[in-house]
């Protein structure tokens, strides 16, 4: 997901959306899907070379992607939108003047229970075997750097660095998720559910667990039918709730948390049997799928004397 600190870093961005035909192409993308080129051309009735710097343009601010496939005539490019999200903080510059950031591994989760199908592997190797939560317990499991599970949760602790005279002011928590079908499928809708401190934050619908295009990060082993890559997501809790990509998913508030003098926040990810779409869950760490991060918490905070 594109994610600017600034108006004028989100300037190329800008640039390349000034065009009533690149605008036309990402509404196309974010319905239809991944496009082989000569169909766009033809939908939008120009020609492919017409066409093509129209794409580059899209390509090079990060909104889209281009792959090369084998197809009945030959090689075809085929694009597809990066993510359906772009996110612009104005006032993140002056925030990162009082900021705490860390980023945890997916494999350090401090408490877990899984059902199949599941599975967890390190950048190198898959740990023990797929679709045996046994191995969700093995020591190993803190190089982690990809997990999945049918339905259940996995927990993590995440550190708490506020001093007395500190307040926090919102938490951000970004990584990059999807659903767990058998295999892969991109049409596999799973409502995945958020806590911590023991209070729900609320739920996101991941709309599938993708693999028609193959992961940025993947390592050369990994499987090419399996999870290739999640979507870039942001979850913020303020004082006025709690927000995916800028959207309200919640009424829960900071003050709700009970986060003042505690050393480490718990903060839980999971699919229940209950819920409406039980499509699983899929995290994603530095050495898999398309963003090169773990899951990264940035506490945003003030000093007391700050406020008026």
Not at 215 to 230: C, E, M, T, V
Not at 257 to 274: H, M, N, Q, W, Y
């Amino acid at each position: 997901m594109p994610h600017f600190s600034s108006l004028r870093e989100g300037l190329p961005v800008f640039k390349a959306l000034n065009s009533e035909v690149r605008v036309a192409i990402m509404e196309m993308l974010y319905k239809e899907g991944s496009m082989h080129m000569t169909a766009i051309a033809e939908r939008l009735n120009i020609t492919g070379g017409a066409l093509t710097p129209h794409i580059k343009a899209l390509a090079d601010c990060g909104l889209v992607m281009v792959e090369m496939a084998e197809g009945k005539h030959g090689v075809q490019k085929i694009c597809s939108a990066v993510d359906e999200t772009i996110v612009i903080e104005p006032t993140q510059q002056r925030r990162n003047l009082n900021i705490y950031e860390t980023e945890i591994g997916v494999g350090q989760y401090t408490a877990y229970s899984v059902s199949p199908t599941c599975g967890i592997c390190t950048p190198d190797h898959i740990i023990g075997q797929v679709d045996d939560p046994r191995y969700f317990a093995s020591p190993e499991r803190v190089n982690a750097d990809i997990l999945w599970f049918g339905h259940g949760f996995v927990e993590y602790m995440l550190p708490c660095f506020l001093r007395p005279d500190q307040e926090p002011v919102e938490i951000q928590i970004s990584m990059e998720i999807s659903s767990e079908a058998p295999g892969c499928s991109d049409d596999w809708p799973s409502d995945v559910y958020f806590q911590m401190n023991g209070k729900e934050l609320g739920f996101w619908t991941s709309p599938g667990d993708f693999g028609r295009i193959q992961g940025i990060y993947n390592p050369s082993w990994w499987f090419r039918n399996w999870n290739q890559h999640g979507l870039y997501k942001l979850l913020s809790i303020n004082n006025t709730g709690t927000f995916m990509d800028g959207g309200k998913i919640s009424d829960t508030r900071l003050k709700d948390l009970d986060i003042s003098g505690k050393d480490a926040l718990s903060f839980r990810i999971s699919v229940p049997e209950t819920a409406k779409n039980v499509g699983g869950f899929t995290v994603f760490g530095r050495s898999f799928g398309n963003y090169p991060q773990d899951i990264k918490m940035r506490m945003h905070y003030r000093d007391r004397e700050e406020r008026t």
